[in-house]
């Protein structure tokens, strides 16, 4: 007889405890051991216990190990989470089988050796049939599902309980994310603003709302909401710095003239514009979408245009705002000159139109459902063994459940977007089918996408400072990662798995539309590379730009109106402070707005920062050293930003990798 000494390390996390018998069986090129009890009455967590499984003969290399955990007698049932198991054999070759998910049915689940392999890696048939089996499984747990025309397709589940256990919300943030949801809700509803459909009388009442709640940038926000600095600063550290472009040109749609803005120290529109000082904003994007109704009533949507003028002490300031896309006498262009009023009434009419932009294209499409899209393709194409995947998996951890909660409770028919956004119920699917057909590669590339939109020397742009540094970070961390197993083009070209999941992404993310640039298979190690750079980077630091600050800027109400409920104003002079009063949304959708972004900017105790890898997936040394490389990087990174910051009136914290978290999980 010979013997191999188990050890199984059990998850420190709530639940994770199993009185449950516990089996396992090893699996290797010589034979199997037989299904052997781990003889323990109870598997606590956090534990760290050793058995040994005796065999007649050495079972060679081991491949795979067999557990099951079975509900005994008239013990309930439970969940278990062990996170690895190693095995020292009898020729003293220590192997590790990284696990890192909750078992909870009866079934036999198999897991693989850590070493990453590649499916032409394969020598042995045992691996070959379990990798096999591997995603079959899970071409039936991850199923696609169509959302609706024109936008991406979602997981197949019948709500966010039904998806597998692997990829369920830990205990910890389940009970939290509902407390949080619970007592915001609570709160409005004592104060009798849920069901208070009248309008504010006086803006400085919906201080009422949340009054405890506010952060110290929401607090400045109200302070300076109105203030002309803060409305453009918005476009380029605010949750929406995707849309600002610079602009040589002014597009005929938007005729301004050197008469009509006040361009100081004697310069005009016209020189400006050569000298690259003049910035434009466009929600083309919202053009011609009819607005939702709230509470039976017409709401309105506007798609404006915003002329920024960067001035010689480098202050964005606006300088003309018009409020729909084709010009025309009952659509005026707003000026600073113009009465308080009307600049103001137009300065909200562009924050709202940011608040739709910004939901469904910025966070909703460009991070939320993307990431969901990356998630199902490498569930269902590369399995656990494969380097790809484990280099992406911890950049997945709770986006599906969070999209499944969303898609009900959010925008969903009797979600909360769907009752209080100008853009929610039909809009939104007009909104995001038409977000998705302009969505580029080189758009989710921050290099890429800050060169198209020429913004490479435009001054106090924190975003774009931080996130550059963020993605040569990481792509740094991928690219010595991917280099490590992928030695030519060819061995990128030979990889099926790699060639499936990205083929699956661009038809199931990207609806096969060549338009967006989006690769439909890798032929070379340096596109592979940019690809996963990409998905990593959208997955955390994306997400987080445009996720974190909600309540920040969203907190005070008119700051960031959900709805607007006058139409825009056609002449100029016709505006007043119970005009905007009029115009801003009513008390309960205010306050549950403002819940909203309250709960959505909440960071749950279980976060998991940037570069924070809490699961084993590579056992390898070389890869082990690979991700302290990356997280030192990423603690330097921050010290700078933290440096940087201590002089600035506003900090800008959302991309410091502290504040990142690693996966779409809010
Ligand atoms: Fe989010």
Not at 72 to 79: C, K, M, R, S
């Given at each position: 007889?010979?013997?191999?000494?188990?050890?199984?390390?059990?998850?420190?996390?709530?639940?994770?405890?199993?009185?449950?018998?516990?089996?396992?069986?090893?699996?290797?090129?010589?034979?199997?051991?037989?299904?052997?009890?781990?003889?323990?009455?109870?598997?606590?967590?956090?534990?760290?216990?050793?058995?040994?499984?005796?065999?007649?003969?050495?079972?060679?290399?081991?491949?795979?190990?067999?557990?099951?955990?079975?509900?005994?007698?008239?013990?309930?049932?439970?969940?278990?989470?062990?996170?690895?198991?190693?095995?020292?054999?009898?020729?003293?070759?220590?192997?590790?089988?990284?696990?890192?998910?909750?078992?909870?049915?009866?079934?036999?689940?198999?897991?693989?050796?850590?070493?990453?392999?590649?499916?032409?890696?394969?020598?042995?048939?045992?691996?070959?049939?379990?990798?096999?089996?591997?995603?079959?499984?899970?071409?039936?747990?991850?199923?696609?599902?169509f959302?609706?025309?024109?936008?991406?397709?979602?997981?197949?589940?019948?709500?966010?309980?039904?998806?597998?256990?692997?990829?369920?919300?830990?205990?910890?943030?389940?009970?939290?994310?509902?407390?949080?949801?619970?007592?915001?809700?609570?709160?409005?509803?004592?104060?009798?603003?849920?069901?208070?459909?009248?309008?504010?009388?006086?803006?400085?009442?919906?201080?009422?709302?949340?009054?405890?709640?506010?952060?110290?940038?929401?607090?400045?926000?109200?302070?300076?909401?109105?203030?002309?600095?803060?409305?453009?600063?918005?476009?380029?550290n605010?949750?929406?710095?995707?849309?600002?472009?610079?602009?040589?040109?002014?597009?005929?749609?938007?005729?301004?003239?050197?008469?009509?803005?006040?361009?100081?120290?004697?310069?005009?529109?016209?020189?400006?514009?050569?000298?690259?000082?003049?910035?434009?904003?466009?929600?083309?994007?919202?053009?011609?979408?009819?607005?939702?109704?709230?509470?039976?009533?017409?709401?309105?949507?506007?798609?404006?245009?915003?002329?920024?003028h960067?001035?010689?002490?480098?202050?964005?300031?606006?300088?003309?705002?018009?409020?729909?896309?084709?010009?025309?006498?009952d659509?005026?262009?707003?000026?600073?000159?113009?009465?308080?009023?009307?600049?103001?009434?137009?300065?909200?009419?562009?924050?709202?139109?940011?608040?739709?932009?910004?939901?469904?294209?910025?966070?909703?499409?460009?991070?939320?459902?993307?990431?969901?899209?990356?998630?199902?393709?490498?569930?269902?194409n590369l399995?656990?063994?494969?380097?790809?995947?484990?280099?992406?998996?911890?950049?997945?951890?709770?986006?599906?459940?969070?999209?499944?909660?969303a898609?009900?409770?959010?925008?969903?028919?009797?979600?909360?977007?769907?009752?209080?956004?100008?853009?929610?119920?039909?809009?939104?699917?007009?909104?995001?089918?038409?977000?998705?057909?302009?969505?580029?590669?080189?758009?989710?590339?921050?290099?890429d996408?800050i060169?198209?939109?020429?913004?490479?020397?435009?001054?106090?742009?924190?975003?774009?400072?931080?996130?550059?540094?963020?993605?040569?970070?990481i792509?740094?961390?991928?690219?010595?990662?991917?280099?490590?197993?992928?030695?030519?083009n060819?061995?990128?070209?030979?990889?099926?798995?790699?060639?499936?999941?990205?083929?699956?992404?661009?038809?199931?993310?990207?609806?096969?539309?060549?338009?967006?640039?989006?690769?439909?298979?890798?032929?070379?190690?340096?596109?592979?590379?940019?690809?996963?750079?990409?998905?990593?980077?959208?997955?955390?630091?994306?997400?987080?730009?445009?996720?974190?600050?909600?309540?920040?800027?969203?907190?005070?109400?008119?700051?960031?109106?959900?709805?607007?409920?006058?139409?825009?104003?056609?002449?100029?002079?016709?505006?007043?402070?119970?005009?905007?009063?009029e115009?801003?949304?009513?008390?309960?959708?205010?306050?549950?707005?403002?819940?909203?972004?309250?709960?959505?900017?909440?960071q749950?105790?279980?976060?998991?920062?940037?570069?924070?890898?809490?699961?084993?997936?590579?056992?390898?040394?070389?890869?082990?050293?690979?991700?302290?490389?990356?997280?030192?990087?990423?603690?330097?990174?921050?010290?700078?930003?933290?440096?940087?910051?201590?002089?600035?009136?506003?900090?800008?914290?959302?991309?410091?990798?502290?504040?990142?978290?690693?996966?779409?999980?809010?």
């Amino acid at each position: 007889m010979v013997d191999y000494e188990v050890t199984v390390y059990t998850g420190d996390r709530v639940h994770a405890t199993t009185i449950n018998p516990v089996h396992i069986k090893l699996v290797g090129t010589e034979g199997e051991s037989a299904r052997t009890w781990l003889r323990s009455l109870v598997i606590f967590r956090g534990a760290v216990a050793t058995y040994t499984v005796s065999c007649p003969k050495s079972l060679g290399q081991l491949v795979l190990i067999e557990l099951d955990k079975r509900q005994f007698f008239i013990l309930p049932g439970d969940a278990w989470f062990p996170d690895k198991v190693e095995i020292i054999s009898p020729e003293k070759t220590i192997y590790t089988f990284p696990i890192h998910c909750w078992i909870c049915d009866s079934e036999t689940h198999r897991y693989r050796e850590g070493k990453a392999l590649r499916i032409f890696d394969e020598s042995n048939s045992l691996g070959q049939y379990a990798r096999q089996q591997e995603l079959s499984q899970r071409s039936v747990d991850y199923a696609w599902e169509f959302y609706g025309p024109g936008m991406p397709d979602t997981i197949k589940a019948d709500g966010a309980m039904t998806l597998p256990d692997e990829v369920q919300f830990s205990f910890t943030k389940t009970t939290e994310f509902a407390f949080t949801a619970a007592t915001g809700l609570v709160e409005l509803q004592l104060k009798g603003l849920v069901d208070n459909q009248e309008n504010w009388k006086d803006l400085d009442d919906i201080n009422d709302v949340f009054r405890n709640k506010g952060t110290p940038l929401s607090d400045y926000v109200q302070e300076h909401w109105t203030e002309d600095w803060l409305f453009a600063y918005q476009f380029l550290n605010g949750v929406n710095p995707t849309l600002i472009q610079r602009c040589k040109t002014l597009p005929g749609k938007f005729p301004v003239t050197d008469d009509m803005v006040f361009i100081p120290d004697g310069s005009n529109l016209s020189n400006e514009l050569k000298k690259g000082n003049i910035y434009l904003c466009d929600y083309k994007n919202l053009d011609g979408i009819p607005a939702n109704t709230v509470q039976e009533k017409q709401q309105y949507l506007t798609a404006p245009l915003v002329l920024l003028h960067k001035r010689p002490d480098d202050k964005l300031m606006p300088i003309a705002i018009q409020l729909k896309q084709t010009p025309s006498k009952d659509n005026p262009i707003f000026l600073p000159t113009d009465s308080e009023y009307d600049w103001l009434t137009a300065k909200i009419f562009v924050r709202s139109a940011d608040f739709s932009e910004h939901q469904l294209n910025a966070h909703l499409l460009r991070t939320h459902l993307l990431a969901e899209v990356f998630a199902v393709s490498l569930l269902r194409n590369l399995p656990m063994v494969h380097p790809i995947y484990k280099l992406l998996i911890p950049h997945t951890r709770y986006t599906l459940q969070i999209n499944e909660l969303a898609r009900v409770r959010l925008i969903g028919p009797a979600g909360v977007f769907t009752l209080i956004a100008a853009s929610g119920g039909e809009s939104l699917s007009k909104i995001l089918a038409r977000s998705l057909s302009s969505i580029t590669y080189r758009s989710l590339c921050i290099p890429d996408n800050i060169d198209d939109r020429d913004l490479q020397d435009l001054p106090n742009f924190y975003y774009r400072d931080d996130g550059l540094q963020l993605w040569n970070i990481i792509f740094e961390y991928v690219q010595r990662v991917i280099k490590y197993y992928y030695k030519s083009n060819d061995e990128v070209q030979r990889d099926s798995e790699l060639q499936t999941w990205i083929g699956d992404i661009f038809k199931h993310g990207f609806l096969s539309q060549l338009q967006t640039g989006i690769p439909q298979n890798f032929t070379t190690v340096s596109e592979l590379i940019k690809f996963a750079t990409m998905v990593m980077f959208t997955c955390s630091c994306q997400h987080a730009a445009v996720n974190s600050g909600q309540y920040d800027y969203g907190g005070w109400m008119p700051n960031f109106p959900t709805t607007l409920q006058r139409a825009p104003p056609t002449k100029k002079g016709t505006t007043s402070k119970s005009t905007i009063l009029e115009t801003l949304p009513p008390i309960n959708v205010t306050a549950q707005g403002m819940a909203t972004v309250w709960l959505l900017s909440r960071q749950s105790s279980d976060f998991v920062p940037l570069g924070h890898y809490l699961e084993y997936h590579y056992t390898e040394k070389t890869l082990r050293q690979l991700q302290k490389d990356f997280k030192s990087d990423l603690d330097k990174l921050s010290i700078t930003i933290n440096n940087r910051n201590k002089g600035l009136e506003i900090p800008y914290t959302y991309l410091d990798p502290k504040n990142v978290e690693n996966s779409v999980a809010i």
